[in-house]
């Protein structure tokens, strides 16, 4: 709307084809080149109707026309009925603004006419000029609330469009409506919302954070680069609020063990590995990677175990099993695509909780506005933003940005991203592009409030770039100061979650992976027999 507005402002006086109330016209020439059509008419110059522009101006006003209530209940088609009513009303208040601006701006240029002002009295154009800034005060105003409905309706319908995708919304002819139904107004009295309390029971993301459900431990997470692992060194970390261990055996096999030592509590991580064994640097008690103790410098030897978790190697990652079933014999394939090359493996600790981390990743709507410093530098903001997936599944595109994206269960985030024009990605798809990134991200549930995060980047071409010196000092610089323009973001959505704040209080079109992964999150830790949008082999 603003935007109309300000084109208008610069459109000619000839804009308007003379009536015959219209009986002369001539140009006069301004400063500085400018000419000014001076027009004069006995009807003091208000722009007749019935011109080239009246069809724009003589629609109906559409009104609402469904039937309502107060309360109604409407099924998901009725709801679609109305919005496209909300959608011709604001079409119809458009157009009544800009007839509206027109007309003020063919004022204006009557007040401002140079011939004009010989005729009139410096108090009498004061007044003229007094009359149309509140006439602009309340047309801004009245242009205004016309952004506000279109903003509404919009958002009203790309919600729907969002219940129907997911097959979220209630069928037509059910009979049992009360529980997952949705109640609209039009928008043609005040700007409302669409309440949906199906999505809003299942999206209600508040604080405090709740302790770790179970059942999301009964899955492989990967906690470190194999390339990080050496054989006489340690990587210590937190999984689920617990502190553990990794570490290689005597036959170079990775283990994880309790990052405590059982004779007095002594954090191992603080010590050493020798021979395989891991030895604490109090008393210089040495474990195996299976948690058992093998030596006990000093003492007599006791039968002493402390706690392992299944631990295996995988594509180039440690893997660690921290729930109470028994693990799955295959793990998820991280690797990047055939073609692509590993370029650089980061591990960051992160001082938010993950699932908020993960809703950030699967966003990517937020670019424009965020990553203005980084990646998005350059980046227009399209006019919508779309996340174009399979009715059931994890995984899609994004539209108008070339990049691929999935969830993978229980805490993975992979991406492809078509890079042929740097700062300019719309309007091309991945396959399109010539060149692209891959990344992967891990985000590890540390605790309640903390995220260790694992990075993986690669490319299909530059392959030299490997090779240059402190080459992944520059790459972890990069990740660094991107995560920095999101942390401060996330960080302040922790605070309010934690004082009790909704952060998915209105999800639009565009958070469609965002809500599936919070939808597949909250059939975990309801403990459902099947989970949504996946594969039952994924778990």
């Given at each position: 709307m603003t935007a109309a507005a300000a084109a208008l402002s610069f459109l000619p006086t000839l804009l308007f084809r003379p009536s015959s109330k219209f009986y002369s016209k001539k140009n006069v020439s301004g400063r500085d080149g400018f000419r000014v059509l001076a027009v004069f008419g006995e009807g003091g110059g208000e722009l007749e109707k019935k011109n080239d522009w009246e069809a724009i101006f003589d629609v109906e006003n559409p009104g609402p026309r469904f039937p309502l209530s107060k309360g109604k209940v409407l099924d998901v088609y009725q709801a679609l009925e109305v919005v496209r009513y909300d959608i011709e009303y604001c079409d119809w208040r458009a157009r009544q603004d800009l007839l509206t601006i027109m007309l003020l701006h063919n004022k204006v240029?009557?007040?401002?006419?140079?011939?004009?002002?010989?005729?009139?009295?410096?108090?009498?154009?004061?007044?003229?000029?007094?009359?149309?800034?509140?006439?602009?005060?309340?047309?801004?105003?009245?242009?205004?609330?016309?952004?506000?409905?279109?903003?509404?309706?919009?958002?009203?319908?790309?919600?729907?469009?969002?219940?129907?995708?997911?097959?979220?919304?209630?069928?037509?002819?059910?009979?049992?409506?009360?529980?997952?139904?949705?109640?609209?107004?039009?928008?043609?009295?005040?700007?409302?919302?669409?309440e949906t309390k199906s999505n809003r029971r299942h999206l209600n993301v508040s604080g405090p954070v709740k302790p770790f459900h179970p059942s999301l431990k009964n899955f492989w997470y990967p906690v470190a680069f194999s390339n990080d692992l050496k054989d006489d060194t340690m990587i210590p970390l937190d999984c689920f609020e617990e502190p553990w261990v990794i570490f290689r055996g005597k036959d170079g096999n990775p283990g994880c063990v309790q990052n405590t030592c059982a004779h007095r509590a002594c954090p191992l991580h603080l010590g050493s590995v020798n021979e395989g064994r891991i030895q604490c640097p109090y008393h210089g008690w040495e474990y195996s990677t299976d948690g058992k103790c093998e030596k006990m410098p000093s003492t007599r030897m006791l039968n002493i175990r402390i706690r392992s978790l299944p631990c295996f190697e995988n594509d180039g990652m440690i893997w660690i099993w921290p729930g109470n079933e028994p693990p799955k014999a295959s793990f998820p394939s991280l690797l990047p695509p055939p073609g692509f090359k590993v370029h650089a493996e980061i591990v960051m600790e992160l001082p938010v909780e993950h699932g908020l981390l993960l809703d950030n990743l699967l966003d990517l709507a937020h670019a424009p506005f965020t990553h203005t410093s980084t990646f998005a530098k350059g980046w227009s903001v399209p006019s919508l933003v779309k996340f174009l997936t399979p009715a059931s599944g994890l995984q899609g595109y994004w539209d108008p940005y070339p990049i691929d994206m999935e969830f993978r269960p229980p805490c993975m985030v992979l991406s492809t991203i078509g890079i042929s024009k740097p700062g300019k990605l719309e309007g091309k798809s991945t396959k399109q592009c010539a060149t692209h990134l891959h990344q992967l991200h891990v985000c590890l549930p540390s605790s309640r409030q903390k995220t260790r995060l694992l990075y993986r980047m690669s490319l299909d071409f530059a392959p030299l770039l490997k090779h240059i010196p402190f080459m992944h000092i520059l790459w972890k610089?990069?990740?660094?100061?991107?995560?920095?323009?999101?942390?401060?973001?996330?960080?302040?959505?922790?605070?309010?979650?934690?004082?009790?704040?909704?952060?998915?209080?209105?999800?639009?079109?565009?958070?469609?992976?965002?809500?599936?992964?919070?939808?597949?999150?909250?059939?975990?830790?309801?403990?459902?027999?099947?989970?949504?949008?996946?594969?039952?082999?994924?778990r």
């Open positions: 240029v009557e007040v401002l006419n140079p011939l004009a002002r010989d005729f009139k009295s410096i108090e009498t154009m004061k007044k003229e000029l007094a009359e149309l800034q509140e006439e602009l005060i309340q047309t801004h105003k009245e242009v205004h609330l016309s952004e506000v409905r279109v903003s509404t309706a919009l958002d009203k319908l790309a919600h729907m469009e969002a219940l129907v995708n997911d097959r979220q919304a209630p069928d037509r002819s059910s009979s049992d409506s009360s529980t997952d139904c949705t109640s609209l107004t039009p928008s043609t009295s005040s700007p409302s919302y669409i610089h990069f990740a660094e100061k991107v995560l920095d323009e999101d942390l401060k973001l996330v960080l302040g959505q922790q605070e309010r979650m934690i004082n009790g704040e909704n952060i998915w209080n209105w999800p639009v079109a565009y958070d469609k992976l965002g809500v599936r992964y919070r939808l597949w999150r909250d059939a975990i830790e309801r403990g459902a027999k099947r989970l949504p949008f996946t594969n039952q082999s994924d």
